[in-house]
T-cell receptor
């Protein structure tokens, strides 16, 4: 009964390096989301997916790419990391996200530092 | 565009004291309203939600919130705070038109509990 699992939990990158954050959920949820959390900014949506094989841009998508090849996994990629991408990244999922009434289940977060 | 304001960035209370965290929203209609809590190093967890009906809603851990349409507010309350309530609290607004990708979070209120 793991819920939403994010890996890695911590990562330090140098400017220009690439990396992928993995989000895995075992609740058979259709919708998945990637947020970033910065001090004093709350959570901002990067990308989301409404089902396997689909992705869409959120509020702050620049510099990130995503893929949802399997229903249970949602990957967030940084092709060329920049210091502005230093943040805590949260993955979330929900059974059916077609309504604003849905409750999100969050992972524990991945802290990324770009030097 | 919808928005959420949490006027207090940081609140400190003594253990056993009462607590009220403020949340104001801007939206064309009555939205779906949520309070999430983030304990240190953890993801967000739902405390309570309001969709319709009784304007006083009960949540987990002894929290409650009251929806006041006239004030566009959804303040969170607890009669007696415990040390384990120290966390960051986020108010969120979900749209009545569209999906969870349009969920908007406030910037959060950090709660410190003194012994």
């Amino acid at each position: 009964n793991a819920g939403v699992t994010q890996t890695p939990k911590f990562r330090v990158l140098k400017t220009g390096q690439s990396m992928t954050l993995l989000c895995a959920q075992d609740m058979n949820h259709e919708y998945m989301y990637w947020y970033r959390q910065d001090p004093g900014m709350g959570l901002r949506l990067i990308h989301y997916s409404v089902g396997e094989g689909t992705t869409a841009k959120g509020e702050v998508p620049d510099g990130y790419n995503v893929s949802r090849l399997k229903k249970q996994n949602f990957l967030l990629g940084l092709e060329s990391a920049a210091p502005s991408q230093t943040s805590v990244y949260f993955c979330a999922s929900t059974k059916s996200g077609g309504s604003g009434a849905n409750v999100l289940t969050f992972g524990a977060g991945s802290r990324l530092t770009v030097l | 565009a919808q928005s959420v304001t949490q006027p207090d960035i940081h609140i400190t209370v003594s253990e056993g004291a009462s607590l009220e965290l403020r949340c104001n929203y801007s939206y064309g209609a009555t939205p779906y309203l949520f309070w999430y809590v983030q304990s240190p190093g953890q993801g967000l967890q739902l405390l309570l939600k309001y969709f319709s009906g009784d304007t006083l809603v009960q949540g987990i851990k002894g929290f409650e919130a009251e929806f006041k349409r006239s004030q566009s507010s959804f303040n969170l309350r607890k009669p007696s705070v415990h040390w384990s309530d120290a966390a960051e609290y986020f108010c969120a607004v979900g749209p009545t038109q569209g999906g969870s990708e349009k969920l908007v979070f406030g910037k959060g209120t950090k709660l410190t509990v003194n012994p």
